[in-house]
């Protein structure tokens, strides 16, 4: 991500109004307009309704819009998908569209990571910053977090920074949250102008490593990219996307889908999703662990013996991602 601002920094600096989206105050899909920012518009209003007679029969809805189904009839599409894998095909490629970022978006999440990694910089010497993440990885919805690392910072670090965000006089933020007992401590900040929340961990070396994994492979087969995306939306509608609060991270979201296409081998979207949710309903998670690379399912060892998902890291195979 580029951290290069453009106009919107002089536009901020005077006009420091919370509501407001610099050059734009709407965005518009499939001829419906609807007001900024999007982050509220996903907060959970995007509704599947799922499934009958091997068809999709309901639309999606968003926000009481009922938005049309896409049958896609395009006589070169492989014929052993049944109706119900095309037309759920199309549904997740017009997901997949839907929650892109806008040109404007990119413009002002470039201005605000900037602002918020120059003000970490500045409160903590020595100490430089890594977007990591699904901000990087083009698997971020317009409610994820935006994932930052601060290097090189020494163990006071986190409360240092802590102190200098609460003392400041022009606080940069909304609100601010330390999360201690997760297994990486982070501070969950609200950016005051453009509401984008931020997780700053500090000194997580395996978190560039993992983004570039993820990268590398989303890159490479890219319909996985509308399978995890449209996981993650449902998820957050459920409030199991935080991982300190029992839910499942991003990363456990990725590796999920990874395992499924390295197991199965299907490049279709609709039928790997479809895989996922079948085979991961009835699966035996206080008993068994899964691996990615090659792709297998373990017996969890006796220390692990708890009922939620366990993925043994492709990155670090000591590490247990869940």
């Known amino acids: 991500v580029s951290t290069q601002s453009t106009g919107y920094q002089n536009k901020y600096e005077n006009d420091r109004q919370d509501e407001i989206i610099p050059n734009s105050n709407s965005f518009y899909t499939n001829g419906q307009q609807f007001l900024y920012p999007r982050s509220n518009f996903f907060s959970g209003h995007f509704t599947p309704k799922m499934f009958s007679n091997q068809i999709l029969s309901y639309p999606f809805v968003f926000e009481n819009q009922k938005w049309p189904l896409l049958l896609n009839t395009n006589s070169n599409i492989n014929s052993n998908l049944t109706p119900f894998d095309i037309s759920l095909n199309s549904q997740l490629e017009e997901f997949y569209k839907l929650i892109a970022p806008t040109s404007d978006e990119i413009e002002l999440l470039n201005y605000v990571i900037k602002k918020v990694s120059l003000y970490i910089s500045n409160a903590i010497p020595n100490a430089y910053v890594t ?80 983004s570039d994994y993820v990268q590398a492979i989303t890159s490479k087969f890219r319909h996985l990219k509308s399978v995890i995306l449209f996981i993650k939306q449902l998820l957050f509608e459920k409030d199991l996307a935080q991982t300190f609060t029992g839910g499942l991270g991003s990363y456990a979201i990725v590796l999920l889908v990874i395992f499924t296409f390295n197991r199965t081998q299907n490049n279709n979207s609709s039928q790997l999703l479809m895989e996922i949710l079948s085979y991961f309903g009835d699966f035996k998670y206080q008993q068994l662990c899964i691996t990615i690379e090659p792709p297998a399912v373990i017996p969890k060892p006796t220390p692990m013996m708890f009922d939620n998902l366990s993925i043994r890291d492709p990155q670090d195979p000591e590490n247990i991602v869940g």
Not at 174 to 192: D, G, M, Q, R, W
Request: charged residues 25%; aromatic residues 4%; proline residues 5%.
């Open 131 to 210: 977007v990591v993440g699904s901000t990087i990885t083009d698997l971020r919805l317009p409610t994820s977090d935006i994932d930052i690392v601060v290097n090189n910072g020494g163990p006071s670090a986190l409360p240092i920074l802590h102190s200098k965000l609460q003392n400041s006089e022009d606080k940069i933020y909304k609100s601010i949250v330390i999360i201690t007992n997760a297994k990486v401590p982070v501070i969950k900040l609200t950016e005051k102008i453009s509401d984008y929340s931020f997780d700053i961990s500090f000194d997580v070396e395996n978190s560039k490593r993992n």
